[in-house]
């Protein structure tokens, strides 16, 4: 039987998680996958942590040159997160041959050119199915399972975090500051919160599967990116009463001519979309292909055990092909000469304003919007009998820009104390 020797690069939540499940689970890939893997040291400085969960002293190293000239060690999973020191010690263990699987969406959307370029060189194998979407297996799903596609739309709810924020905020009416300090008490979200609220996390994510759907590098600063930092509930509650559920979506779309449109923004959609039921820290991706149609893949995209299973999954397969196996697509720095992304992109509105309960403000405001040829689907007034009103209404597709320059002039009529909220609807 052959056997594989493995080192694991940080023991943290997805390390351990990565380190039981290589463990307990060694007699059953014996038996089903007919290789016996080991793990054959652990980078950890911490290293009661690693005494604790079960590793024998003598394999638990403190540099990453003990790693890498370990001649039992065939494949490194890499699970520090972060750009530094997790690029070096990649670099490192490409450089010396070894195969790398990581789970580090930030390095790997930021450096795969640089990675898949040296892993190249010495035909060690690099895979990433971790590092996107958890324990979902989304990457294989797209590298191995759709190739037969033309893919021209993948919409995803790709962070946790925020979609159990979000979940807390419409079905509990809670504050947006509540929900994160919930969701910080149960360690989805980080004492810094930044990545996942402000949307970084998702663009990390977006910029590797949109580059695998679309064959082609979406470099990260081509994403659009905006947060749910500024979501209310009041805005939540207008959405329910029109049909719509707030989500953080990431959505990829390529309509085959060479325009590729990629963004992460808060999105109402209608409550009978499918991703409309993925809740708390659960996460989904809806695919489109030209010969399969939809498909939706749902499940945990983040914790010990899930990123663990997409993590072993990848060793096994390194394990059991002899062949390394790379991206799909021609890796390289910067999108390919040809592709164009959208940025002045279309979708519904919903607009909250605050105006004065006079005749004529909606008059004035339908007015401004005729003139950017915005046409309005639905409208509601509230707070009958207060001097300032809000009013929402949903708008059909329409431009960015169109709008934004539309809200500029309506923002400036006497009548209107504040334009609120803007936010996009549908996928
Ligand atoms: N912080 C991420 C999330 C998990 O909330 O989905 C790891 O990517």
Not at 120 to 149: H, W
Not at 163 to 169: C, E, G, S
Not at 242 to 263: F, H, P, W
Not at 420 to 425: A, G, L, Q, Y
């Amino acid at each position: 039987m052959k056997t594989v020797g493995v080192a694991i690069l940080g023991l943290g939540v997805v390390g351990g998680g990565t380190y039981k499940i290589l463990t307990e689970h060694r007699e059953f890939y014996r038996r089903t996958q007919n290789v016996d893997i080991s793990v054959e040291c652990v980078l950890e400085l911490n290293r009661q942590r690693a005494l604790d969960l079960g590793v024998e002293e003598s394999r638990i190293c403190s540099n990453i040159a003990e790693v890498v000239s370990n001649p039992s060690v065939d494949i490194v999973v890499e699970v520090i997160g972060g750009v530094e020191p997790a690029r070096t010690f990649v670099l490192a263990a490409l450089h010396s041959g070894k195969t790398v699987v990581t789970s580090n969406k930030e390095l790997f959307c930021k450096h795969w050119f640089e990675l898949e370029k040296a892993a190249k060189r010495t035909n060690a194998g690099l895979y990433f199915e971790a590092s996107c979407v958890g324990g979902v297996p989304i990457i294989r799903t797209l590298v191995d399972g759709m190739q037969a596609n033309v893919v021209n739309n993948l919409t995803g709810i790709i962070n946790g975090t925020t979609n159990y924020i979000l979940t807390r905020m419409t079905k509990e009416g809670l504050d947006y500051r509540d929900a994160l300090k919930d969701a910080q008490a149960l360690g989805y979200a980080e004492k810094d919160p930044t990545a996942d609220v402000e949307g970084y996390d998702a663009t990390y994510k977006l910029s590797i599967l949109a580059s695998l759907a679309f064959h082609t590098k979406v470099p990260l600063d081509k994403i659009y990116r905006e947060g749910i930092t500024e979501i209310s509930k009041q805005d939540i509650a207008y959405g329910e009463e029109l049909g719509y559920v707030l989500k953080l979506l990431a959505i990829g779309k390529n309509d085959g001519q060479g325009e590729i449109e990629v963004r992460v923004h808060p999105a109402f959609i209608r409550k009978d979309h499918p991703l409309a039921s993925v809740n708390d820290s659960f996460n989904a991706v809806f695919l489109k292909g030209d010969c399969v149609g939809d498909i939706m893949l749902y499940g945990r995209g983040a914790g010990a055990l899930p990123t663990g299973s997409a993590i072993v999954s990848d060793v096994i397969y390194a394990a059991t092909h002899s062949d390394s196996k790379y991206a799909t697509f021609k890796n390289t720095q910067q999108a390919e000469k040809g592709v164009r992304f959208v940025s002045d992109f279309k979708s519904r509105y919903y607009i909250r304003f605050t105006a004065k309960d006079r005749p004529g403000v909606l008059a004035k405001v339908a007015g401004i919007f005729a003139k950017y040829n915005i046409s309005i689907i639905d409208l509601i007034q509230k707070g009958e009998g207060m001097e300032n009103i809000p009013i929402i209404l949903i708008t059909h597709e329409t431009g960015e820009l169109s709008v934004h320059r539309a809200l500029e002039k309506i923002a400036a009529l006497d009548d209107v104390v504040e334009v609120n909220s803007v936010i996009r609807v549908g996928d």
